[in-house]
């Protein structure tokens, strides 16, 4: 059974950085996309950013585009969020998302596996 295990979540000030990481056991979603979403109390589900199987095929929302970096490692089925120059509006519960055959897909209908979610909190 594939699971995905978050973790790097945290509380942070207003321009500070955080790490989240995401590991998948069972398989590596070599040939799949894998991505982010979060949810803030009171609103929908949003993506965040994505990442194709190839090198340097990755999608984001505009609202993180310049601060946010998604990274993989194919061979450990891992994906990674850089992010940087945090904002209080980034705070929500952070998830990771995977088995979408679209490179860059952004609805998370697209993506077959969730993992349990990371809270993100910055503050002002």
């Known amino acids: 059974q594939v699971q995905l295990v978050e973790s790097g979540g945290g509380l942070v000030q207003a321009g500070g950085s955080l790490r989240l990481s995401c590991t998948a056991s069972g398989r590596t979603f070599s040939t799949s996309a894998m991505a982010w979403f979060r949810q803030a109390p009171g609103k929908e589900r949003e993506f965040v950013a994505a990442?194709?199987?190839?090198?340097?095929?990755?999608n984001y929302a505009d609202s993180v585009k310049g601060r946010f970096t998604i990274s993989r490692d194919i061979t450990k089925g891992a994906v990674f969020l850089q992010m940087n120059s945090l904002k209080p509006e980034d705070t929500a519960v952070y998830y990771c998302a995977a088995g979408s055959s679209r490179s860059r897909a952004i609805l998370s209908y697209d993506y077959v596996h969730w993992g349990q979610g990371t809270q993100v909190t910055v503050s002002s």
């Open positions: 990442a194709g199987w190839s090198a340097g095929d990755t």
